[in-house]
C-alpha cells in the first residue's frame, strides 16, 4: 500500500494563483521529498524536508512537514503555465536502509 | 555529469514474451531502484540494487527480476508478460544510502504488451 496520499488528485488553476498540495503518510520518516513529473517523463527532485525541519523554500517553493499529524505540504507561488506537471511526495521512512516510497501524487494544471 | 540513462525509450511486446529493460546509474552512483508507474497505482517499489546486491524488494511476482553489475548498471527482467505490465518502468539512481539524499530519475522505458 502507499507510504503518502497526496491530496488533491488533480488541481487546475489560473496562472499567476498560489497551489498548495498536502501529502500525508503513515510511519515515522527519515526525512519527506517531492517530485515533479512532466507528462510521461522521469521525476525531478524538487525539496527534501527532514524530519527535523518544519519549513523549507526553494524559490517559489515552499515545503512544510507537520510529523505530528503525519503530513506535509507544497506550495507553489504565482504559478505559471510550466508548472503544469503531477507532482509527488516520496517518503524516507526511518527503518534501515528502505527505498523511497511514493504517493500516487497530484496533477496540477496552470492555465494561461 | 552525465544523468540516468535508460534504454530502450518505447517497447511493445506480445504477451507471453519477455523483456529486459536497462538503466545506467549516474557514475560513481551504487544504489539503483526500480519502479513501475501506470495510472491507477502510482509509482511501485520493484526493487533496489547496491554495490550488484538485491538489497531491497517490493510486492511483485516472481516474473519480475533484476540485476547489477560491478560498473552499477542494472537490469531488469519480465518474464511471461501480461496485459497488466503495461507501464513506465523507472529507474533511479542513488550515491549508495537514502539517507537524506535526493534519488534521480531517467526518462523511463514505456513498455507497451499488446
Known amino acids: 500500500s502507499q507510504q503518502g496520499e497526496e491530496d488533491p488528485q488533480a488541481l487546475s488553476i489560473q496562472e499567476g494563483e498560489n497551489a498548495t498540495m498536502n501529502c500525508s503518510y503513515k510511519?515515522?520518516?527519515?526525512?519527506l521529498q517531492w517530485y515533479r513529473q512532466n507528462s510521461g517523463r522521469g521525476l525531478v527532485h524538487l525539496i527534501l524536508?527532514?524530519?527535523?525541519?518544519r519549513e523549507k523554500h526553494s524559490g517559489r517553493l515552499r515545503v512544510t512537514l507537520d510529523t505530528s499529524k503525519k503530513s506535509s505540504s507544497l506550495l507553489i507561488t504565482a504559478s505559471r503555465a510550466a508548472d503544469t506537471a503531477s507532482y509527488f511526495c516520496?517518503?524516507?521512512?526511518?527503518?534501515?536502509?528502505?527505498?523511497?516510497?511514493f504517493g500516487k501524487g497530484t496533477r496540477l494544471s496552470v492555465i494561461a | 555529469k552525465a544523468g540516468v540513462t535508460q534504454t530502450p525509450r518505447y517497447l511493445i511486446k506480445t504477451r507471453g514474451q519477455q523483456v529486459t529493460l536497462s538503466c545506467s546509474p549516474i557514475?560513481?552512483?551504487?544504489?539503483v531502484s526500480w519502479y513501475q508507474q501506470t495510472p491507477g497505482q502510482g509509482l511501485q517499489f520493484l526493487f533496489e540494487?547496491?554495490?550488484?546486491?538485491?538489497?531491497n524488494k517490493g510486492n511483485f511476482p516472481g516474473r519480475f527480476s533484476g540485476r547489477q553489475f560491478s560498473n552499477s548498471r542494472s537490469e531488469m527482467n519480465v518474464s511471461t508478460l501480461e496485459l497488466g505490465d503495461s507501464a513506465l518502468y523507472l529507474c533511479?539512481?542513488?550515491?549508495?544510502?537514502?539517507?537524506?539524499?535526493?534519488?534521480?530519475f531517467g526518462q523511463g522505458t514505456r513498455l507497451t504488451v499488446v
Open positions: 516520496a517518503t524516507d521512512l526511518r527503518s534501515g536502509n528502505t527505498p523511497l516510497v
Open positions: 510511519t515515522s520518516i527519515n526525512n
Open positions: 524536508i527532514r524530519s527535523n525541519e
Open positions: 557514475s560513481g552512483h551504487r544504489s
Open positions: 540494487y547496491f554495490s550488484e546486491t538485491q538489497r
Open positions: 533511479a539512481s542513488l550515491p549508495g544510502s537514502t539517507r537524506n539524499t535526493e534519488a534521480f
